[in-house]
């Protein structure tokens, strides 16, 4: 299912600034994005002319996540057994190897860093 997060991140990804050419990316229809794209706008979280259909994000936005990217970002380290399977942020990772194995993580706002590490 389709989030608000996806949305905002095609949008600045993507670099598409027209509601047509994101109806066609997202794959729904024309209508039912200039909605949510009314909805967005009235939370600000977007600047959308209905007019010429452009949507950008707002520079508060933007900016914001400047700052997140400067803040030291969460890391950690899990070991997963051979065999067996471990799920973050909707990613399934499997260990389908003869060992056990350790992922070292390293979420940023963009980026997201796994590192696959031998445990002997």
Request: contains cysteine; negative net charge; proline residues 4%.
């Amino acid at each position: 299912m389709l989030s608000t997060i996806d949305i905002l991140c095609l949008i600045e990804d993507q670099e598409i600034h027209n509601v047509k050419q994101l109806a066609k990316r997202l794959e729904i229809p024309l209508d039912q994005l200039k909605e949510i794209m009314l909805n967005l706008s009235k939370h600000k979280l977007i600047d959308y002319d209905s007019k010429t259909g452009k949507v950008v994000l707002p520079r508060w936005l933007v900016d914001i996540e400047k700052e997140i990217e400067d803040v030291k970002p969460p890391t950690g380290a899990i070991i997963l057994p051979r065999s067996e399977e471990v799920i973050i942020q909707d990613i399934a990772i499997g260990n389908f190897t003869k060992k056990d194995l350790e992922l070292r993580i390293r979420l940023k706002a963009k980026l997201k860093e796994i590192a696959i590490c031998d445990l002997s």
